[in-house]
RNA sequence: GGCUGCGUGGCAGAGUGGUUAUGCAGCGGACUGCAACUCCGUUAACGCCGGUUCGAUUCCGACCGCAGCCUCCA
């Protein structure tokens, strides 16, 4: 039985999805004016994980994260950089889904554009307007009466005089209150616009995913995830904005992934301290990256460093050692009765315990291990076909085990080097001539090459 | 200031009212020509102070420290 821990309820619930096998899910996605970052990442590698979990789980998972393609970042990198608003936001579409499927997230079934909605999306502001939600400021600007709504603040857990309280932001003369937000802005003579009952202008960041959410699932829907950061204001106005249109509730699971830190600090654009996926992918396999952030419990903070990323890449290169020697079998389905298959199942089933999922793989590449010394190929082919069964559910083990280890056909100059001194260092061990052997080793560890004798044969790996 | 959450061995990271996950690193051993891989064994932890309890790292309370949100942010 899986149990999802609900922000709405500050528990672990159990899931109970509204259709009988069919689980709706929406993720807060991009906002497309730079390349992706370690924190989007997670994000995009959690989610992929819950996707492909439900999957797994035998629900039908329909799947949509949106991109917000207009905003005012993206109207300013635009200008500064002097190129069109869409070329902008194409481009970095692009460089998004090459993240995205390098980190072997699977695309969702739709990723819906705030610029492709604006009839829905200005639809849903008349709604908001007509039961009295909404009004139209002498500026132009639509807002969102938040004293309208009765139970705002119930995702955050805050209250409208807390917030008041708290209150930071710089006046807005137009509002009616400091804590109402914006639903439609209008558009500034040179800035780009959309045609409204209300004047030229574009919609305010939140309309967007609330819109899109009930076009893309209805109104009313199973999963909606983000990260932490968008729990206040963004996800609670999407819920003032979706439950004061429709009337009903609009999300039964809301889920919020922890933040990627750097030195305990949170890594984000505006303190600078990030890095693009770009840039670590240059230094480590995607699946590395991606192993690094499964061995954190979404919710947790996760620390980025080289040392995690080593150690992440070391754990993962054990599998692979151990996956290389053995034949899969693929009619081993990870979910069964047996001790292995029931304590991963367990571990995911605890709101995507990843980390201790990974720590039952560990214990079957452990059992896997013991059956080949054993010579044991029942059990080689059942452990080997469950590690990798469970490695599919995780979005891991995607490459051969040769293609981890040694790398792509791409260095063959080197490969060609690698093999002739593999055979020298053959003969030289068979001639009893170990000097020339250990000389052999030596010139290939120089290469960042790792020679393993095993079974009688010799395989080697890149550091 | 208000509101959330967190504090576990050298590092990372699960979990539990009593039998001390897991990975990396360390130590001892097996295997190996020597290594590497693999296997076996092993060291070491629950921020601080009270309370509940036969017993708390795990439950409750105070304290200290850290992070996040309250402003665009995954």
């Not at 004293?147 to 309280?165: C, T, V």
């Not at 819109?211 to 909606?224: V, Y």
Request: with cysteine; charged share 30%; hydrophobic share 35%.
């Amino acid at each position: 039985m899986l149990k999802i821990y609900n922000t709405l309820t500050r528990q672990k619930d159990e899931f109970k999805p509204l259709q009988e096998g069919k689980v709706k899910l929406y993720v807060c996605g991009m906002t497309v004016y730079d390349f992706c970052h370690v924190g989007h990442a997670r994000v995009m590698v959690v989610f992929d994980v819950v996707a492909r979990y439900l999957r797994a789980c035998g629900y039908d998972v329909t799947y949509i994260r949106n991109i917000t393609d207009i905003d005012d970042k993206i109207i300013a990198r635009a200008n500064e950089n002097g190129e069109s608003i869409s070329s902008l936001t194409e481009r970095f579409i692009k460089e998004m889904h090459h993240d995205a499927d390098a980190l072997g997230a699977l695309r969702p079934d739709q990723e819906p554009k705030a610029t492709e909605s604006m009839a829905e999306i200005i639809a849903m502001i008349e709604t908001l307007i007509k039961k009295g939600f909404a009004y139209s400021a002498d500026n132009g600007d639509v807002y969102y009466d938040v004293s309208k709504f009765d139970s705002y603040g119930k995702l955050s857990g805050r209250n409208i005089d807390e917030l008041r309280a708290g209150e930071r932001v710089a006046v807005n003369t137009a509002k009616d209150d400091p804590l109402d937000f914006v639903l439609w802005k209008a558009a500034k003579p040179e800035e780009p616009a959309w045609q409204s009952p209300w004047g030229r202008g574009r919609p305010g960041w939140h309309i967007e995913c609330s819109a899109m959410s009930a076009t893309c699932l209805g109104e009313h829907f199973d999963i909606h995830g983000g990260g932490q950061d968008l729990q206040f204001p963004h996800h609670e106005n999407e819920i003032a904005q979706s439950e004061g249109a429709h009337g009903c509730q609009s999300v039964n699971y809301w889920m919020h992934n922890g933040f990627v830190r750097i030195d305990d600090e949170k890594m984000s654009k505006s303190l600078g301290n990030f890095f693009t996926v770009r840039e670590v992918l240059a230094k480590y396999d995607p699946e590395v990256v991606r192993y690094f952030i499964l061995t954190s419990q979404y919710r947790s903070p996760l620390n980025y460093s080289e040392e995690q990323l080593d150690q992440a890449k070391n754990a993962l290169t054990r599998f692979y050692n151990t996956l290389r020697s053995v034949e899969l079998i693929d009619d081993v389905v990870w979910r069964d009765d047996t001790e292995f298959g029931t304590r991963f199942a367990a571990a995911m089933d605890d709101d995507f315990n990843t980390a201790l999922a990974l720590s039952v793989m560990t214990d079957v590449r452990q059992a896997l291990n013991k059956a080949q010394e054993q010579n044991n190929d029942q059990q080689i082919g059942y452990f080997a076909g469950l590690l990798n069964s469970c490695g599919q559910v995780l979005g891991l083990f995607q490459q051969s085990a040769e293609t981890f280890l040694t790398g792509d056909a791409e260095n063959d100059e080197d490969a060609e080097k690698i093999e002739a001194l593999i055979v020298a260092r053959k003969q030289a061990r068979e001639d009893k001539d170990w000097a020339k052997a250990d000389q052999v080793r030596d010139e290939l560890t120089a290469m960042g090459i790792i020679v393993e004798d095993t079974a009688g044969k010799t395989s080697w790996r890149r550091v």
